[in-house]
């Protein structure tokens, strides 16, 4: 499934490190008076006593007088323990693989930090040997590349300085994103990353994050919806959740280069006289409405009141939904520049309109990935990233508790046709059953596309959840294996999101891997439940029977 990632955050509150100037702020924020001690900190003073740790222990997080770091994420506990993310720039570029978080105490005080590299990131020289505009020239030679006997058009490439510390030792690279339109007016976009000295592509990515689907009718049935009464008729947008709204997109798509939107499908906010909208069928424009203000409804709830999280940003700011985005468009994706979730209506072969349940979960979380980890959409973290997509999608769709789409292992089992030729997208018991996806971790694993290394994280959540072997669950029936031989014996659903959610948001980091993801999520059981419980040693079990150690 799919998400736009144009790397465009909100306005960030900058704390340097190393130089007398930077010094001297943070040192005027760190004198700055503090909570009271018996009150859970704020998010200010979490910044604050973060700002004074980056003093305190610049060595320990790399940080030196070429950099700067500014703070992306905060999460308070529940017990005033504190965590502030951070990404890095070096002499004002920014550091791909320079994020980390800095963990502190109740009282403010450090107790460590996770980096996204421990490696020291400095580069011989920030002045480029190849051009930016060769560099955009290979991003658009890649693009085609990616999409051969596609007639593209309306290409266009922004290149953007970085330095690359995802990849072996630092280097300067031209980040390019490439994006255009297919032979259908829909978008394609490619991300790639270009050593800056010699011109060699070192990566590269789909900013789309493909992913199709859906079908000829509503997936959900009857549906509760909180809705806007405007004079005589009804808005569907809901006060309730940030005033999230869904609008018609009217088969139009976006013109957008770089973040920089030159026109937009529309998203006419639906209206209805009656409070009773759609017909269940896709003759009535209003059905797909239905099921993807249900989805962002449920999603929404999800992260509330499993997770404390206040919308997807965590800010209490609703998103919106536009339905029938481009012609036949297979395909559904979570935009950060518009903050929004769009849903094609598929080409009715091999799926309808992309509008069920599990798919809003996925794609709206990797709009929570994006405001977190953001994990790199590449190699084992491009992996983790579409992983952490199927396992919080799934647990929205086990949330919502709807019996006529049923809580399941399988992801986007309602949005497939018969032209598919499978029962889902992918099943987190046995990813293998796709014919693509892996069961276990290899050296290997890494260069799949991203939507099948997520096999290995899916069916550890699987099995963490579930446990292994032979099951029937909801009316499907599961098989699931282990690479060591092993009897896993899960811990529920909802113990397994909650670890997995805050791994997600407290430890991992842009180039987290799948032997990072187990650190992560054992020492997010061991917030949970303690270490040595039996939550911890579940997560232990679970990853080794996917040859994860």
Known sequence: MSRIRHHVRGTRRTATAGVAAAAATLLAVSLSPAAHADARPTRATAVENAASALLAHAATLGLTSAQDAGVRDVIVDGNGTQHVRYDRT?????????????????????????????????????????????????????????????????????PELVVDALHGSPKLAWRTNAVGRDSLGNPVARTVLTDARTGAQIDAWDSIETATGDGSSLYSGTVPLETTQSGSSYQLKDPTRGNTYTGDAEG????????????????????????????????DRASAAVDAQYGTNETWDYYKNVHGRNGIAGDGKGSYNRVHY??????????????????????????????????????????????TAALTYSGESGGLNE???????????????????????????????????????????????????????????????????????????????????????????????????????????????????????????????????????????????????????????????????
């Open 252 to 283: 139009k798509t976006d013109l957008c280069f770089f973040g920089i939107c030159f026109s937009r499908a529309p998203a006419t906010l639906f209206t209805d006289a009656d409070n009773h909208w759609g017909t269940g069928t896709t003759a």
């Open 90 to 158: 070096y002499h004002g570029l920014p550091v791909l693989g320079g994020d980390f978080v800095v963990h502190l105490a109740a009282d403010g005080s450090y107790r460590g930090a996770d980096r996204a590299t421990r490696q020291a990131v400095s580069v011989p020289s920030v002045t480029p040997r190849v051009s930016g505009p060769r560099a955009a020239g290979l991003a658009v030679n890649a693009l085609r590349a990616a999409n051969l006997g596609e007639a593209l058009k309306q290409i266009k490439a922004k």
């Open 387 to 549: 992983a952490t997509s199927d396992i919080l999608g799934t647990m929205v769709e086990w949330y919502a508790n709807n019996s006529s789409d049923t809580g399941d292992y399988l992801i986007g089992e309602e949005i497939v046709k018969p032209g598919f030729g499978k029962a889902a997208l992918r099943f987190m018991d046995k990813p293998s059953k796709d014919g693509s996806s892996a069961d276990y971790w290899s050296s290997s694993v890494g260069n799949l596309d991203v939507h099948y290394s997520s096999g290995v994280a899916n069916h550890f959540a699987y099995l963490l959840a579930e446990g292994s072997g032979a099951k029937t669950i909801n009316g499907v029936s599961y098989d699931s294996p282990t690479y060591n031989g092993s009897t896993v014996t899960g811990i529920g659903r909802d113990k397994a999101g909650r670890i997995w959610y805050r791994a997600l948001t407290v430890y991992m980091t842009s180039s987290t891997n799948y032997k990072g993801a187990r650190t992560a999520t054992l020492n997010a059981a061991k917030d949970l439940y303690g270490a040595g419980s039996t939550e911890y040693n579940a997560v232990a079990a679970a990853w080794s029977a996917v040859n994860v150690s």
């Open 326 to 371: 481009g012609n036949k468009y297979n395909n559904a994706f979570w935009d950060d520049s518009c903050f929004c979730m769009t849903y094609g209506d598929g080409d009715g072969t091999t799926f309808g309109p992309l509008v069920a349940l599990d798919v809003a979960g996925h794609e709206m979380s990797h709009g929570v990935t994006s405001k």
